[in-house]
């Protein structure tokens, strides 16, 4: 049930939300759950995503679809999940060009959107030597998991069905991606070029996949977050510092490898200092600068304590 009447542009705001959190999850590295978090909508997500349960099969059942629809907090989630679907499908075309011909610039963009979703969830930590070890774990946990050489895995039902179900996993978690993890399990450019087709033959297990690992691993989280709340949220920060590694945006590839399908995969790298002279530099570090400020103008539009804004008021 939703705890307060909304407005229609309450519920632009929520679908530009869903709009962010599709942008982050089309790339890898970046995860569409941070954006949720810092925009204030995290806990309301995965409460609604809860409401899947028996009581709603027993509503359906008894015909209070009216009920039904309130139980699960269906304006909410009708309205991110039109900006979050809607991003996805127009976004994946572009998005896969600018992998293909600007990665620099792409990842130099989402590197300032992280940095400052690190400094904006930060604020949420009571920050002591164990909350410090706690985060240092997530962080050590993170750079592991991105530091993994792609698979080359199959791209039957059976394996779209479970990499589906893991990698909305890392997607409502702040800090890790679940693009990544497809890219990491062989999947991604298959699912993404399914996507731009709309091929619903290929993408039915996938989904089905996602509503398992979502509906299961969302309860998860939740008993977490109202049992363990700052541990939660000082661990979830950490991920997010670990994944930096994987979106820095300047990198050197050293050992490739073709998949079956052609495509050219890096399986080694390593990260690189730019060079400050090329046009390419001051590009990227602009569009950084870009990610950071849009992140932090939104978040202090919410929560009004980012920490960033005092610095500013009082420079």
């Given amino acids: 049930m939703e705890k307060q009447k909304r407005t229609l542009s309450d519920y632009v705001g929520i679908a530009g939300v869903g709009v962010a959190m599709g942008a982050a999850d089309v790339v890898p590295g970046v995860?569409?759950?941070?954006?949720?978090?810092?925009?204030?909508?995290?806990?309301?997500?995965?409460?609604?995503?809860k409401s899947f349960n028996l009581d709603?099969?027993?509503?359906?059942?008894?015909?209070?679809?009216?009920?039904?629809l309130e139980h699960v907090n269906f304006r909410f989630l009708i309205a991110l999940g039109t900006g979050l679907g809607t991003t996805l499908l127009s976004l994946a075309h572009v998005i896969t060009w600018l992998l293909d011909h600007h990665p620099v610039p792409l990842f130099a963009f989402f590197f300032g959107l992280v940095l400052a979703s690190i400094v904006s969830v930060s604020?949420?930590?009571?920050?002591n030597p164990a909350m410090f070890a706690t985060c240092a774990l997530g962080a050590w946990g993170a750079y592991r998991i991105v530091r993994l050489v792609?698979?080359?895995?199959?791209?039957?039902?059976?394996?779209?069905?479970?990499s589906g179900a893991i990698a909305i996993m890392a997607m409502i978690l702040p800090g890790i991606s679940g693009s990544f993890l497809l890219f990491i399990l062989g999947q991604y450019r298959f699912v993404l070029e399914a996507?731009?087709?709309?091929?619903?033959?290929?993408?039915?297990?996938?989904?089905?996949?996602?509503?398992?690992?979502?509906?299961?691993?969302?309860?998860?989280?939740?008993w977490l977050l109202h049992h363990y709340r700052r541990v939660t949220i000082t661990l979830l920060v950490g991920f997010m510092i670990g994944s930096l590694w994987k979106i820095w945006p300047f990198r050197e590839v050293l050992e490739t490898t073709v998949n079956p399908k052609g495509h050219v995969i890096p399986i080694r790298e390593a990260v690189v200092w730019p060079d400050p002279s090329g046009a390419q530099f001051w590009l990227s570090l602009g569009l950084c600068v870009l990610?950071?400020?849009?992140?932090?103008?939104?978040?202090?539009?919410?929560?009004?304590?980012?920490?960033?804004?005092?610095?500013?008021?009082?420079?």
């Fill in 56 to 68: 709603l099969v027993r509503l359906l059942l008894r015909g209070r679809l009216r009920d039904a």
């Fill in 123 to 127: 604020t949420h930590v009571h920050w």
């Fill in 195 to 222: 996507v731009k087709r709309f091929d619903v033959l290929t993408l039915i297990p996938f989904v089905l996949g996602i509503a398992i690992g979502i509906m299961a691993f969302s309860r998860v989280l939740t």
């Fill in 31 to 49: 995860s569409g759950g941070t954006m949720a978090f810092i925009l204030g909508i995290y806990d309301e997500l995965l409460d609604a995503i």
């Fill in 291 to 315: 990610g950071f400020v849009i992140i932090t103008v939104l978040d202090n539009l919410q929560s009004k304590a980012n920490p960033l804004k005092k610095i500013v008021e009082e420079a």
């Fill in 150 to 162: 792609p698979m080359d895995m199959p791209n039957d039902a059976f394996t779209l069905f479970w």
